[in-house]
């Protein structure tokens, strides 16, 4: 073969290269790419995940101080009872507030709508001080003041329990309406990049025969 046909061969050879080269590349960026939006929409899962179990405990929570609001009045006659009930109640009261505060945080985080927690937590506090000033009126060596503390606020739980239950399913909504937005972002995103490197890859292969062609033209010049 001539030093000339060598020559004419040089652009046809750095062109498949080039080829190969954007070949490589296009599959490299594939992978990094289908590798970090599946690292993302798993961490996000898991971080509406965690919401979805900060509301589930908040309603356990809450259930909880109900019940030992029961147990105050039925069981809390003498000073030690008494006490150790409403150190209970406190405690998960405490624990509902700050769970909803954390809610709101991780939704804010994750960009989702949150308006409804400082109402759902401001509903759940003025329950608090209402279960305070009918526990004030209770008249412990009458036996029916129980009965008489709690119709003060009988029921007034049941909205509150529901409302704190449908916060946890609007974030489980959330999470499968995401999962699903994500797998077929996915699924579009694989169908794009694929059709791309079948094309790259066509046309380093027409590339290849193009030189094969050439060398043989050159080798019989």
């Known amino acids: 073969m001539s030093n000339p046909a060598r020559t004419n061969l040089l652009p046809a050879a750095a062109f498949v290269s080039l080829l190969v080269l954007l070949l490589g590349v296009a599959g490299l960026f594939t992978?990094?790419?289908?590798?970090?939006?599946?690292?993302?929409?798993?961490?996000?899962?898991?971080?509406?995940?965690e919401v979805r179990t900060a509301a589930l405990e908040a309603k356990v929570d809450f259930k909880i101080q109900v019940q030992e609001w029961k147990n105050i009045l039925l069981r809390g006659h003498n000073a030690d009872d008494h006490a150790r009930y409403v150190a209970s109640f406190d405690q998960h009261e405490a624990a509902v507030q700050v769970g909803l505060a954390s809610i709101r945080t991780?939704?804010?985080g994750l960009e989702l709508d949150a308006a409804n927690i400082e109402p759902l937590a401001a509903s759940h506090r003025a329950l608090g001080a209402d279960y305070r000033a009918a526990l004030a009126t209770w008249q412990r060596n009458d036996p029916a003041g129980a009965f008489v503390v709690d119709a003060a606020v009988r029921g007034?739980?049941?909205q509150l329990g529901e409302n704190i239950e449908a916060l946890a399913d609007r974030v489980a909504e959330a999470a499968t309406r995401e999962l699903k937005a994500s797998g077929e972002a996915?699924?579009?995103?694989?169908a794009g990049l694929r059709k791309a490197v079948l094309v790259i890859a066509a046309l380093a292969v027409i590339g290849a025969l193009w030189l094969v062609v050439l060398a043989n033209r050159a080798a019989r010049a």
């Open 156 to 158: 007034r739980d049941r």
């Open 186 to 190: 996915a699924v579009a995103l694989y």
């Open 106 to 108: 991780q939704l804010d």
């Open 31 to 49: 992978l990094n790419l289908t590798h970090s939006r599946s690292v993302a929409a798993l961490d996000r899962q898991a971080r509406l995940d």
